[in-house]
C-alpha cells in the first residue's frame, strides 16, 4: 500500500467514526453553553514552549514542535534527519506537564513518538468529619504515534493516540487521532495554509462519569513579511466553546548560519472575556545554537498565576545544507525548534 492510498484510507476512517458518533461531542457543541463538558483538558493546549508562546496558535508552523498540533508540520524533514524534544511546563496550582517527541525522516516520509504527561501536586482526601485523610494521586498520560508525508499540492499527517487518566483510585483510558494538512501557496511561497483537526476520539469513562474528548478544528495563515518576521493568524473551534482567533509573531536575529535568537509573542482571545488582556497575552524566546536549542514562554492567566513553560530540542540532518533546498534551509530544525 502507497503512502497516498494508505493517507486517504485513514481519512475516510476518521470521516465514518464521526458519522456513527454523536457521543464524541458534547452538547451544544462549538458554544460557550459546552465549557467544562469534556474530558482530558490537558490536551487542550499543544505541549510546546515554542507555540506556547505564540498563543498556543501557530498552526501553519513548519518545525518540528509540529507534532504536538498539526502533524502535517514536520512532514519536511528530509530523510535520515532526527529530531529530539523535551518539554517541561510549570502550570497553575502546583501542576505540571512534561512531554517528548522524536522524529526521525525515512524515505518515504517523517515518523514520530511521544509522550505527554500530566500530574497534581498537594490533593487531599477529606473524611465525612472535614478531616484529612491523606493525599491522593492524579495524572492524565497520553503516548502518540505519527506519519506526516509531503505531496505535491502540500504536506500531510497524522497521529494517533492512546490517553490515561487517574483520579483517586478510579482511572480510564480511550484513544483519539490527529490529522492536518499544509499548503503552500503557488504564487507566494510566503504564504502557507494549513487546516487540521486535534483530539477526535472515543469518549473518556472516569467512574460513572462519560464525557468526550477536548475535539477541536483549526485553521491557520502563516505569512513571511521578511526573512526574519513571521505572522501567524489562526482560527479555532474546540468542541467546548465558541470559536476564537489567535494572533501571533515571530522574529529571528541571526548572529552565525546556524545560530538565533528568536522573539515571540501571541495574543489568544480564547479567555480574553473572563480573563482580560493579560489572560490572552504570551510571550517568549528561542536560542538557537548550532544542533540545539532552548524555548521558552511566559503565559499569564490574569489574577490567577503565570505558567512557564521549556523546550530543549536536538537535531541532526546528514544532509549537507548546500544540498537542501530553499524551503528546508528556511525551516530546517538545524535552524530553530
Known amino acids: 500500500m502507497n503512502k497516498k492510498t494508505l493517507f486517504f484510507a485513514l481519512v475516510s476512517a476518521l470521516c465514518g467514526a464521526g458519522v456513527c458518533g454523536a457521543a464524541l461531542f458534547p452538547p451544544n457543541a462549538f458554544s460557550d453553553s459546552a465549557r467544562g463538558t469534556t474530558s482530558a483538558s490537558f490536551l487542550k493546549s499543544p505541549a510546546s514552549a515554542r507555540l506556547a508562546a505564540l498563543g498556543s496558535g501557530g498552526g501553519a508552523l513548519r518545525a518540528p514542535d509540529a507534532f504536538f498540533c498539526n502533524p502535517a508540520g514536520f512532514a519536511y524533514l528530509p530523510p535520515g534527519s532526527s529530531t529530539l524534544l523535551l518539554g517541561y511546563e ?8 512534561t512531554a517528548f517527541a522524536g522524529l526521525k525522516g525515512v524515505s518515504t516520509g517523517v515518523l514520530g513518538i511521544g509522550a505527554l504527561y500530566r ?8 473524611d465525612s468529619r472535614g478531616d484529612s485523610a491523606g493525599g491522593f494521586a492524579a495524572y492524565d498520560a497520553a503516548l502518540t504515534g505519527s506519519y506526516g508525508t509531503r505531496f505535491g499540492w502540500g504536506d500531510a ?43 477526535f476520539g472515543l469518549p473518556m469513562k472516569l467512574g460513572s462519569i462519560s464525557a ?38 515571530e522574529y529571528d536575529f541571526r548572529f552565525a548560519q546556524s545560530s538565533a535568537l528568536s522573539l515571540r509573542s501571541g495574543l489568544n482571545f480564547k479567555n480574553y472575556d473572563d480573563l482580560g488582556m493579560m489572560g490572552a497575552f504570551s510571550a517568549g524566546f528561542g536560542v538557537k545554537l548550532g544542533d540545539i ?32 533546498d530553499q524551503e528546508l534551509i528556511a525551516s530546517s530544525p538545524a535552524k530553530k525548534i
Do not use: C, M
Not at 500530574?119 to 477529606?126: C, D, F, N, P, V
Not at 478544528?217 to 479555532?236: E, K, M, N
Open 90 to 97: 510549570s502550570l497553575l496550582e502546583g501542576a505540571g506537564r
Open 119 to 126: 500530574y497534581e501536586t498537594g490533593l487531599e482526601e477529606y
Open 157 to 199: 499527517g497524522l497521529a494517533f493516540k492512546y490517553i490515561r487518566s487517574k483520579l483517586y483510585d478510579r482511572s480510564a483510558g480511550t484513544a483519539a487521532l490527529d490529522l492536518g494538512v499544509l499548503i503552500k501557496d503557488r504564487e507566494n511561497r510566503d504564504v502557507e495554509f494549513a487546516v487540521f483537526a486535534r483530539n
Open 212 to 249: 468526550p474528548l477536548p475535539f477541536e478544528l483549526g485553521g491557520a495563515l502563516s505569512l513571511r513579511y521578511a526573512s526574519q518576521f513571521v505572522l501567524f493568524i489562526d482560527g479555532r473551534a474546540p468542541a467546548a466553546h465558541i470559536p476564537y482567533l489567535v494572533i501571533s509573531g
Open 293 to 324: 536549542g532552548l524555548d521558552y514562554a511566559f503565559v499569564p492567566y490574569g489574577d490567577l498565576g503565570v505558567t512557564h513553560r521549556f523546550t530543549l530540542g536536538w537535531s541532526f540532518t546528514p544532509v549537507p545544507a548546500a544540498a537542501l
